[in-house]
C-alpha cells in the first residue's frame, strides 16, 4: 500500500470517536475553567483589564486556530491571514459606528474627519449585528475563494503561495492607509461607545464579551477537531504529505484546498469580529505583513498539525508580548526570535514536544 492510501487508512480502524469525545470532554472542561476564571476577576470587580485580556487572548487563539487548519493539516502556508482578520475586524468597526450613530446621534469619527454629512452607501445596513455578521463572513470567504481558486488551480504551492499570499495582504494595507477609502486611513476606526445599547467599557459588557470569545473559541475547536479526525481530515493529511499521489488516485485536491481554505478564511473574520470590540480600534496596522508572520509564529511554537498548539502558541506568545512591551518593549522583538530559533533548532514539533526532551537529555551520557 503506498503513502497516500496509507494516509487514508491508517485511522480508519482505529475508532476515533472514543478518542474525540475524550478531547471534547476535556475541552469542555477547560472551556468552563476560563469562563469560571473570568466570572470570579468580572464580579469581584478587580481592574477590567484582566478580563479585558483573556478576551483578547481567546480571539487571537481563534485566529492561530484558522492558520493551522490550513498549514498544519493541508500543508499550506498562509502569511497573509492578517487580511481576513482585518475583514472581520473592520466590518464590525462599521457596525458599532453606526450603531452608536443611530442611538446617540454623535457622528463617528470617520464622518468628522471627512466632513461627511452622512455615511457613505456601503455602510448601509450595518446598524444591523446579523446583517455585519454575515457581511463579513461572506466577505472574507468571497475574498478567500477568488484568491484560493486562481492559486489552486494554476497549482501554485510552497512558498510561491506563501509570498503571493503577503502580498496580497501589503496590497490591503496600502489601500487602507489611504484616507478616502472611507474607513479612517491611517488613523483607523475607533472610539466605540455602544455594544447593543450597552457601554463598552462597561464592566459587565467587557465580562460578556470574554465569556462569549472563550465559548466561540470552544466551539471552533470542537468543530475543527471533528473535521479534522473525519474522512475529509484524512483527505487533508494525505494531501499535504503527497498531493500528487492523491490526484492520481483521483481525488479533487483544488476543491479540497479551496473549501477548507474559506472554511479558515471565516474563522479568521469571526477572531476579527471578536477582537476588535475588546481592543477598542482597527487601524491599516493589523493588515501589516509582519502581524500575518506572527501568526504563523504562534502555530510553530506551539505545534502546527495539533488544534491544541496552535492555541497554547497563541496564547503564550501574546501573554508574554502584552507583559514585555509594557515592561521592556525594546526587548520583545529579540525575544520573539529567540523564541523562533528555539522551535527551528530544539522544538520542531512546537512545545507540545517538550514532554519527549527530558527522557532523551537524561538518557545522554549515562552509563549503561
Given at each position: ?51 479585558n485580556a483573556i478576551g483578547q487572548l481567546a480571539a487571537l487563539a481563534i485566529l492561530a486556530v484558522s492558520l493551522d ?104 494595507m496600502l489601500l487602507m492607509f489611504r484616507n478616502d477609502t472611507g474607513f479612517g486611513g491611517n488613523n483607523g476606526m ?37 473535521l479534522v479526525a473525519s474522512g475529509i481530515g484524512r483527505q487533508m493529511l494525505a494531501c499535504r504529505d503527497d498531493e ?125
Amino acid at each position: 500500500m503506498n503513502a497516500v492510501t496509507g494516509s487514508l487508512a491508517a485511522t480508519r480502524a482505529a475508532a476515533p470517536m472514543p478518542v474525540q469525545r475524550r478531547y471534547d470532554a476535556g475541552l469542555l472542561g477547560l472551556v468552563a475553567a476560563l469562563v469560571g476564571v473570568a466570572l470570579i476577576l468580572g464580579l469581584a470587580k478587580p481592574e477590567t483589564y484582566l478580563v479585558n485580556a483573556i478576551g483578547q487572548l481567546a480571539a487571537l487563539a481563534i485566529l492561530a486556530v484558522s492558520l493551522d487548519l490550513v498549514w498544519g493539516y493541508l500543508g499550506i502556508l498562509s502569511l497573509g491571514h492578517g487580511l481576513f482578520f482585518a475583514i472581520g475586524g473592520y466590518v464590525c468597526a462599521m457596525h458599532l459606528s453606526a450603531h452608536a450613530y443611530a442611538v446617540t446621534g454623535t457622528a463617528p469619527d470617520v464622518m468628522q474627519f471627512m466632513g461627511w454629512a452622512s455615511l457613505p452607501f456601503y455602510w448601509t445596513g450595518m446598524t444591523s449585528a446579523p446583517y455585519a455578521l454575515v457581511l463579513a463572513i461572506a466577505l472574507a470567504v468571497l475574498v478567500a475563494f477568488l484568491f484560493g481558486w486562481a492559486s489552486f488551480r494554476s497549482r501554485v504551492n510552497g512558498v510561491y503561495f506563501s509570498i503571493i499570499s503577503q502580498a496580497l495582504v501589503y496590497v490591503a494595507m496600502l489601500l487602507m492607509f489611504r484616507n478616502d477609502t472611507g474607513f479612517g486611513g491611517n488613523n483607523g476606526m475607533t472610539s466605540f461607545t455602544l455594544l447593543f445599547g450597552f457601554a463598552m467599557g462597561a464592566p459587565g459588557t467587557v465580562l460578556t464579551l470574554t465569556i462569549v470569545t472563550i465559548l466561540a473559541l470552544a466551539a471552533v475547536l470542537i468543530g475543527c477537531g471533528r473535521l479534522v479526525a473525519s474522512g475529509i481530515g484524512r483527505q487533508m493529511l494525505a494531501c499535504r504529505d503527497d498531493e500528487t499521489r492523491l490526484r492520481t488516485l483521483g481525488y479533487g485536491t483544488t476543491a479540497l484546498k479551496l473549501k477548507i481554505w474559506c472554511l479558515s478564511a471565516a474563522i479568521a473574520a469571526l477572531a476579527g469580529i471578536l477582537y476588535v470590540p475588546q481592543v477598542g480600534i482597527i487601524n491599516p496596522r493589523v493588515l501589516a505583513p509582519d502581524l500575518s508572520l506572527e501568526i504563523a509564529v504562534w502555530v510553530a511554537i506551539g505545534g502546527m498539525g495539533r488544534l491544541s498548539g496552535a492555541v497554547i502558541g497563541a496564547v503564550l506568545v501574546n501573554a508574554l508580548k502584552f507583559w514585555l512591551t509594557a515592561a521592556m518593549p525594546e526587548a520583545w522583538p529579540f525575544i520573539l526570535s529567540g523564541l523562533v530559533l528555539l522551535v527551528v533548532l530544539v522544538l520542531p514539533n512546537g512545545l507540545l514536544d517538550l514532554g519527549r526532551l527530558k527522557p532523551t537529555w537524561l538518557s545522554r551520557g549515562m552509563p549503561r
